[in-house]
Nanobody
């Protein structure tokens, strides 16, 4: 029922920026979490950034804090991830996800039951 569709991925040079978007539909909960995860070949899926509704509390992975910004547009239930100062280590498939609950100690992939199909981000040196 819940559908998440990512867009905005692509190739960029190191130091550049990209803005990812996630269009969500079917989210009828009054409280929920939406976020971004990424997975590079041979690595586990890691949390990038999460935002809670309705309190707008955000969580960021240590590797992206200060460089990435997650935001939510109420209209169209759209999630954004602004990625600045990109490095080749940011190269991964980026996934939009949604779940019913998260907190500072629980925003791993297990907290999110709904997933988009991903959008590829490639950063060249």
């Amino acid at each position: 029922q819940v559908q998440l569709v990512e867009s905005g991925g692509g190739s960029v040079q190191a130091g550049g920026s990209l803005r990812l978007s996630c269009a969500a539909s079917g989210l009828t909960y009054s409280r929920y979490c939406m976020g971004w995860f990424r997975q590079a070949p041979g690595k586990e899926r890691e949390g990038v950034a999460v935002i809670r509704t309705p309190d707008s509390i955000t969580y960021y992975g240590d590797s992206v804090k200060g460089r990435f910004t997650i935001s939510r547009a109420n209209a169209k239930n759209t999630l954004h991830l602004l990625m600045n100062s990109l490095t080749p280590e940011d190269t991964a498939m980026y996934y939009c996800a949604a779940g019913p609950y998260c907190n500072s100690n629980y925003w791993t992939a297990r907290a999110f039951g709904h997933w988009g199909q991903g959008t590829q981000v490639t950063v060249s040196s």
